[in-house]
């Protein structure tokens, strides 16, 4: 081979190998933004079907296979990352398992044995040991503090306040009863305030401040939910499109 020719081809190549490695790596950098679209799909397809999943759960046992820490660490997620009204993150939550749950139905049972008429009793006392069937119960309040504190700070709004506060745990009971039916446990939502308030302050040494809203009793679905029902959706959403996006450029 001649020296022209040895000259030629190593320019050759040195023309050639920086565009085989910008193509290498912009197959590479393709390939890395393909896997994050499918991601971002397989993300909205799992949050459409956790939502669609979760149901009100009646029956329910206490044989379950989710740890109590991955139950903590769902009750801790929803209270870091539920939205509340100008971040005051009012939210609360309680989370009762074994006989601290057993121990919060026993209390509700006897507080309603005293209120409703012991020939109607029975129904009342049935339904409580199927709550109290289950393996945990999250008790959800709202500070009262933060929510006092903005009424000061923002008198305008002053009425708004409990409002928006209440709207904010019920974001964090959606987020973790979704959880909780995503980890395969069937769970409802309970309302026994302000019956219960006094007593559950006493037993948990909840501080006074902390306004009870609900409670969520869960453990292992024994019977899945009946088919949903759903009225006309034209007569619950109405949209108004400004064409933008169907004009031709």
């Not at 190549?13 to 397989?42: A, D, T």
């Not at 928006?164 to 409802?188: H, K």
Request: proline share 5%; aromatic share 10%; charged share 25%.
């Amino acid at each position: 081979m001649s020296s022209t020719t040895k000259v030629q081809s190593k320019s050759f190549f040195k023309r050639m190998i920086p565009s085989f490695l910008s193509s290498k790596k912009n197959k590479k950098v393709q390939g890395q933004v393909q896997v994050q679209k499918q991601e971002q799909v397989k993300t909205a397809k799992d949050f459409k079907t956790a939502v669609m999943n979760r149901r009100t759960i009646y029956a329910i046992s206490k044989d379950i296979k989710v740890s109590d820490e991955k139950l903590q660490e769902i009750v801790e997620f929803g209270i870091n990352y539920s939205p509340s009204a100008f971040n005051s993150q009012s939210a609360r939550a309680v989370l009762l398992l074994g006989k601290h749950h057993d121990k919060f139905w026993s209390i509700t049972t006897e507080i309603l044995r005293k209120m409703v008429p012991a020939d109607k009793f029975a129904a009342t006392e049935a339904k409580m040991k199927g709550f109290s069937s289950g393996y945990g119960t999250v008790l959800f309040f709202e500070d009262q503090e933060p929510v006092k504190k903005l009424q000061e700070q923002f008198p305008s709004y002053a009425h708004n306040f409990p409002v928006w506060s209440e709207q904010s745990s019920g974001m964090l009971q959606f987020i973790i009863w979704t959880a909780l039916e995503n980890e395969g446990l069937g769970a409802s939502l309970q309302h026994y305030s302000p019956l219960v308030d006094e007593s559950v302050q006493k037993e948990w040494d909840i501080p006074s401040n902390w306004k009870l809203v609900a409670q969520m009793p869960f453990g292992h679905p024994v019977q899945a939910a009946g088919p949903k029902e759903f009225q006309p959706i034209q007569d619950r959403v109405k949209i108004f499109k400004s064409n933008l996006h169907d004009s031709k450029l």
